[in-house]
Every structure is written in C-alpha cells, then in structure tokens.
C-alpha cells in the first residue's frame, strides 16, 4: 500500500465523524490520528478562557438532528450526512409550517445538489442545510424539526507532536481539525501531516519539528497564546496544511512580507517542479497562515495547499467528499512536503575557500577534455558559477536562484566542493 493510499484510508475513517470548534467529535478525530502516531498529545483549554482578545467558546455536541414531514419522512437526516446542520446549533423540538421552516435553512443555489457548510459559532440560533433541489420539492404542511444538541460549559481540545532534532531550532506544520464531513479542506491537512510526523519520527534530521493540530482560527489563537515565547524563540520555518487532496497544482499563500526561509523553500521548489503553481500574496490569505503572521507574532508560517480553500468550487458543501480527492493526489502532496523538509533540512551559507578559480581537473571536477556545447562543460561552468556566488553571504537557495539550478542539483555541487575543501560550510 502506498503512503497515499494509507492517507486515503485514514480520511475514509474520519470522514463520518461530525468535527466542529469544539467536542466529541475533535476528541474522537484526534484519538484516531493517535493510533497512527502515538506520541500525539491532546490538551483541553476550558471554557471562558481568556486568548488574547477571543474567549473559549461554550462546548457544542450534537447526537442526532432531522426534520420529518407530516408521513413521518425524513426530509432532512443528521445521520445521512453531518452538513445538514448549521454548526453549534441550539438544540429545538418543535412543529413547523412551510413558510417557519424555510426561514431555518440554509442551500447553495449555485450548486443546486450540494448541502451547503454553515456555521454560527458565536450568534446562538438554530439551522438546517439542504441542497437547493431538495428545498425546491419540500411541500406544504406540518414539519417536526429536532435538533438533539447542547451548549455547555466544556473545553477546546487540541493535538500537538514535536519531534526533538539535533538543533532546537523548529520547523513548524499546523493543520485544522474543526469541519464536519469534508475531504479536500478538513481530512487532507492532517492526515497528510500525520503520516509525516511518523515518517521524522524514524529519520535523523537536523532540526526540531512540531505539528499542531488545532480547531481554525480560535484553535491556533489559543496555540499561540499558550505557546508564543517558545515559538518566537525557536520557530525559523512553517507550513499551514489544507486542501492537498484534489488533483490541481500546488498553491503558497506568502507570509506577511513573503521573504522567509519558508517562502523561499516552497518558491525554489514550485517553480521547476510545478511551473503552473498559484502565488498568492498575505492579502489574499486563507487560514490559519494569517493568525501565524499578524503584528507581535510574527511567525515564519506559509499556507500550502493544491486548490486553495474557496478557489474551488466543491469547497465547504459536500460536495467536498471522497471522490473529490485522491490516493494519488495525497501521495503528491507528501512527497511534496517532504521535498519543502529536504531544503529546509540542507539549506546553508557556503564560503569559497579558493582565491581566483580553483584547479577542478586535479580533482576530476572538470573534464579532461571540453568543447562549446559540451554537457560535461556545461556541468563544470555551473560549479565554478557555485564558487563565484558561494562568498559567505548567499545560502543555498540564493546560489540555486542565482546560477539556475534545482535546489537538489546546487546540494549535489555543494557536498562535491566540499569534498573537495573548495567551500566551507558557515550555518
């Protein structure tokens, strides 16, 4: 089975579970991401906990919802699917008329058989989803709308992994896990992000990784009021996951300035793999990257995803299921980020340790013999192009932008010249 496949099945797993910012459904989604990763731990942060300028929000369960019309036919069915729901609705056990309940529900015209994805976390109300073709057939009558929920006094629970290395120095991952029943924007962040912590878990590397899997926008608010001195400290390059489960290009949405090692490890990457991959600058941000990124925090955090979330047009409907994504397409995404680990992993400041150009035929770093055109040739100008750029203050990445190489191909050149002591290596 491949590591896309095993991604594919895990989301499968999750797919049913009704997730919002809070409950049930976040504890049992991370129980299940634990027995892919044991050492995942899980932290509660209670209700009324002040996070900056937001409050931890009352906990919502839901154990069924439907609305019956007046033969006893479920019109709308929790248990079909988890959409049907406005989530953190309050809980209601009450006879309709049509005119009521049309008021109470909410469909996608644009996209006439999907149920739409609607929330009201901090307005108390109460809500049904359905696609717009369903509403259309809804007849006249009295309807039974039941919601089996509560709003209570609870906890916001959270998952974090961090992976010591050889340096203290961190590289961050973080990912939600606060939608219902969606594949590409909810399951593909961090069942892609699991599978890659087990994969650091068993391999040398130079630096500390940590993953954070916490509910969108209150979760990471919460994350980083608990955790802002450390990550300050340590933090020099990260990733929001999202969306890696559909078949188009790759996405970066940009840090505030879009000048961090994270920038210039997914852009060295993107623009000789993926050609055709989407730039979009902080303006234009979509999740979490944003709270990473604001004034104080300043945290080195890019958002990576393939279609970025409301780019596409499935995106929070169900629609967004197990058919919109891919074993093959989450195989990609994986290899992809452990493509952004390797540069991150092997980035350096290089110094020339020649005066003029070095003699590379002594060292059979040039060609005994070359002509215009010759590959061989070629290969050994781009070294000597490596030395003239390799003077202390260019890193990797720079020299690889600057001589036109893959980062991989400049990481080939560099570990010959150090071979061979022409370059030193500073960081």
Known sequence: MTKGEQIYEL???????????TGEGVRETLRVLKEVCPVLKTYEVPSGTQVFDWVIPKEWNIRDAYVEDSEGKRVIDFNENNLHVVGYSLPINKMLDLPELKKMIHTYPKLPDAIPYVTSYYNETSGFCMSQNAFDKLKDGIYHAVIDSDLKDGSLTYGEILIPGKSKKEVMFSTYICHPSMANNELSGPCVAIYLANHLLQTEHKYTYRFVFVPETIGSITYINRNLDQLKQNVIAGYNLSCLGDDKTYTCVSTRYGNTLSDRTAEIILKYKFPEWNHYSFLNRGSDERQYNMPGIDLPICGIYRSKSNEYEQYHTSLDNMEFVSAKA???????????????????????????????????LYPKTSSRGSSKAEGAFKTIDFLAYADGTNDLIDIANIIGLTFKDAYEIAKKLKDAELITNLS
């Open 11 to 21: 989301m499968e797993e999750l797919f049913p579970i009704c997730r919002s910012i």
């Open 330 to 364: 989450l195989q990609d995404s994986y290899v992809f980020i452990l493509d952004l680990i390797f540069v991150i992993e092997h980035n350096a400041i290089y110094k020339n340790q020649c005066l003029c150009e070095p003699q590379l035929g002594k060292r059979g």
